[in-house]
């Protein structure tokens, strides 16, 4: 049986506490040896089968036009107020100058040739794209080899040159483009560091002692360093994502404190009743860590489901955050327990510091509630508890309205990627994509690239560019680029709008549907749009028309399993309605910060942006595993409650309030870490950050604290309805206490099989 396996597991690590501790380090060593050995770097192919701009990707790299490969532009301006590239000898010597010590960078294929089209006349370089029409700014657009070719060395070269020629040329330059995407250092490290110091302070608080506060910590920070490792030699052998590091720093960190609570909480419960540090702590693994492994479970199960999007990037950042998730429920029963054998008896009592905090104002409040684990429910939350239960149509219907209402901004919900107009003006691709934005449009910062195969039509591609040219979404397109070896041409083309523009989306739907089928008839030709914006809006597509399946298989999936567990109907479905409002909730309020920039400014947003089209499917993966967490333990708690006396009523304020301390507690951990992610410089950073907040507040909060009590009281003895026929079907095994070993004193849940009727049991 699993509490069986994992008492024996914890027991054998906390009487052999340096093994473990030892085995870990190695395991970590090795890790770490293995990905700066093996390892790759992140890397974001925001492609999927069948998607139009793969096949545009696909004939571009038949091609061999090198546009499939990394590239970055230079943006300068005269610091001279009144020079301009057209009439400045200085400026347009300081611009061959740099064309010039750009071109001599390792890996660079060429660059774009302003200071030669100005050397042709303005009207040369205003209509090659090159210089602005004012003659203000220029462009200097540097061609990559692929990324497998290139490293952060190669962009390291560029800022570098950067900085040296700022100082000895009349040239403000800037830069972008996607080399600084692949290749910039996330800024993942100090959100992380917040993360874990607001956790260590909550902890230190809730547990009064330094050592019982920094054993999660380590937990998590092995774990972390063994997680991310890994992910980083699975970056070795496919592309992972950019973000899958910084998301599986922010859940791991979360998960892995968050699962260290339960089972230190239950350790020193054990503790206080003056079991030997050993056995306490085999019995709280046997007994907390069964819900840790329950739910790690679940969120690996839920977030190895992205795969419905048969979307590849999305598939492989889910499976690399499941490994960091994977390591944090092996750390917390196996690394924990051998940390709390080795603290012995010390975790019973508070430290000196704790004891004088105690003292003073935090002490009177400290004094007011029971441990984190407390046996006995504080009588604070037994009153909230029962004044909700006395008032379950007010607190259910205001309740649900909040929600509702908080969730109705997803009406609006418009998926895309923030493009380098959101950065703070603090980072050069900031200022570069305003200088561009300024001297040639915002479409400039987001070319597209339709890629035509004219398939021996020789009149196919002038049709093209004129059927192009006149559509009012496009301001220009570049001279076609034919390859002589296959005849495939490519056209990069100018929106009149920005990459993350609404109305940009619209313009490539209208090619696609209207423009190059008109233009191209019904002869052999093809062509296809790509470009970064085109594949963005592809994937943004294509996750929102698999997002409904998807989450209806992850609430079926949830009624079913809590229908198992608790042997009920309505409790399933009175659970999985409240997820759905918690999350729903949620994404209302990411729209309402992100889309309509309410509250923006506290979390350093600068500027309005759609939606990451991947964020909504992966919040609802990682959010349903969370939420199921909290879900198991609070219902185990009253489902037992209602079993020993019978009583709907009683079993609600016994249960709720039972549980309340360790799930508050836990989810501020959580909240906390996931806002520290709020406030770094990517916004996909501090969607994630604040989309997981969110939901886990409002989840411990008016979902744990006000629905359930609420829904339960109106729904009285037919929470525990299931038909007997239903019952008979039901498969039947121990996860409840008949899963318990001997002298554990702890009941985690109902046994499925067990007469569920209720009854009087002693404690």
């Known amino acids: 049986m699993l509490s069986k396996a994992l008492l024996r597991l914890g027991t054998g690590a906390a009487r052999h506490p340096w093994r473990v501790i030892a085995a870990w380090l190695v395991a970590a060593t090795l ?16 492609t999927a089968p069948g998607l139009d701009s793969q096949r545009a990707a696909e004939l571009i790299e038949r091609a061999g036009t090198g546009q499939e490969g990394m590239t970055a532009q230079v943006v300068v301006t005269p610091h001279d107020g009144a020079a301009t590239f057209f009439d400045h000898d200085s400026a347009r010597t300081a611009l061959t100058r740099l064309q010039t010590e750009v071109k001599r960078l390792p890996h660079v294929l060429g660059t774009s040739d302003p200071a030669g089209a100005l050397d042709a006349g303005g009207d040369t370089a205003v209509r090659g794209g090159l210089v602005s029409a004012d003659g203000r700014i220029a462009v200097v657009r540097v061609q990559y080899p692929d990324q497998s070719r290139l490293s952060a060395e190669d962009l390291d070269a560029l800022v570098d040159l950067g900085d040296r020629l700022r100082a000895e040329l009349p040239l403000r330059i800037e830069m972008g483009g996607s080399l600084f995407y692949a290749f910039s250092d996330p800024d993942g490290g100090a959100s992380e560091l917040i993360g874990i110091l607001a956790a260590a302070a909550i902890l230190f608080l809730a547990f009064g002692s330094l050592v019982a506060a920094a054993l999660p910590i380590g937990m998590a920070v092995f774990g972390l360093t063994v997680g991310v490792a890994t992910m980083t030699v699975l970056a070795g052998v496919t592309d ?21 609570l339960f089972v230190l909480a239950r350790h020193r419960e054990y503790l206080a009743r003056g079991l030997d540090p050993h056995e306490a702590a085999g019995r709280a693994v046997a007994t907390a860590g069964r819900p840790v492994v329950f739910a790690g479970g679940t969120v690996v199960v839920s977030i190895l489901g992205l795969a419905v999007a048969n979307v590849p990037f999305m598939t492989v ?18 690394l924990l327990p051998a940390f709390l054998g080795a603290a012995g008896p010390r975790l019973a009592r508070a430290g000196r510091i704790g004891r004088a905090l105690r003292t003073g104002t935090l002490g009177r409040l400290a004094r007011r509630r029971d441990t984190v684990a407390g046996a006995a429910p504080a009588a604070g939350w037994r009153r909230w508890i029962g004044h909700v239960s006395r008032h379950p149509v007010l607190y259910a219907v205001g309740a649900a309205g909040l929600l509702l209402t908080a969730t109705l901004p997803v009406l609006g919900l418009r998926v895309g990627l923030p493009d380098d107009g959101s950065l703070p003006h603090s980072r050069t691709e900031r200022r570069a994509y305003d200088l561009v934005a300024e001297g040639f449009g915002p479409g400039t910062n987001g070319p597209l690239v339709i890629a035509a195969d004219p398939a021996g039509d020789p009149g196919v591609l002038d049709r093209l560019v004129g059927a192009v040219s006149a559509d009012p979404g496009i301001a220009s397109v570049a001279p076609t680029h034919i390859d002589r070896a296959t005849g495939i041409a490519t056209l990069v083309v100018f929106p ?15 090619l696609r549907t209207d423009v190059l089928p008109t233009a191209i008839g019904h002869g052999p030709a093809r062509a296809h749009v790509g470009g970064a914006a ?23 999936m949830s009624f079913l399993l809590l229908m198992l567990v608790f042997r009920s109907i309505l409790v399933p479905l009175k659970a999985v309605l409240l997820n759905l409002l918690s999350i729903g909730a949620a994404y209302g309020i990411m729209v309402a910060v992100f889309q309509w920039g309410w509250g923006g400014a506290l979390i350093g947003l600068e500027a309005t942006v759609p939606i990451v089209s991947f964020i909504p499917m992966f919040l609802f993966a990682i959010l349903f595993g969370l939420s199921m967490d909290y879900e198991v333990f609070l219902l185990s708690r009253v489902r037992e409650e209602y079993l020993r006396t019978g009583d709907n009523g009683t079993a609600i304020v016994e249960g709720v309030s039972g549980t309340a301390r360790i799930i508050t507690s836990a989810a501020l951990i959580m909240v906390a870490v996931f806002l520290s992610f709020a406030v770094a410089e990517d916004p996909s950073a501090k969607m994630f950050g604040l989309g997981l907040a969110t939901a886990i507040f ?39 206490t008949d899963d318990i070993p001997p002298g554990t004193g702890e009941w985690s849940g109902p046994a499925i099989g067990a007469d569920h009727s209720p009854r009087a049991t002693p404690r």
């Open 31 to 46: 890790a770490v040896l293995a990905a700066i050995a093996f390892g790759g770097r992140t890397a974001d192919s925001m």
């Open 240 to 260: 992972v994502p950019t973000f899958a590091p910084v998301l599986g720093s922010m859940v791991g960190l979360g998960v892995g404190i968050d699962y260290a």
């Open 317 to 334: 950042g889910g499976l690399a955050v499941s490994i960091v998730v994977l390591t944090m429920v092996v750390a917390s029963v196996t």
């Open 496 to 510: 009149t709008t920005s990459p993350q523009d609404k109305a940009t989306a619209d313009t490539i739907a209208r």
């Open 534 to 556: 085109a594949s963005l809006s592809d994937v943004g597509r294509r996750t929102s028309q698999r997002l409904p399946v998807f989450v209806a298989a992850v609430l079926a």
């Open 698 to 736: 409002i989840d411990a909060t008016v979902v744990r604290m006000v629905l359930v009590p609420a829904t339960m009281t109106l729904l009285g003895r037919a929470n525990w309805w299931l038909p007997k026929w239903l019952d008979r079907m039901l498969p039947r095994g121990p996860v409840g």
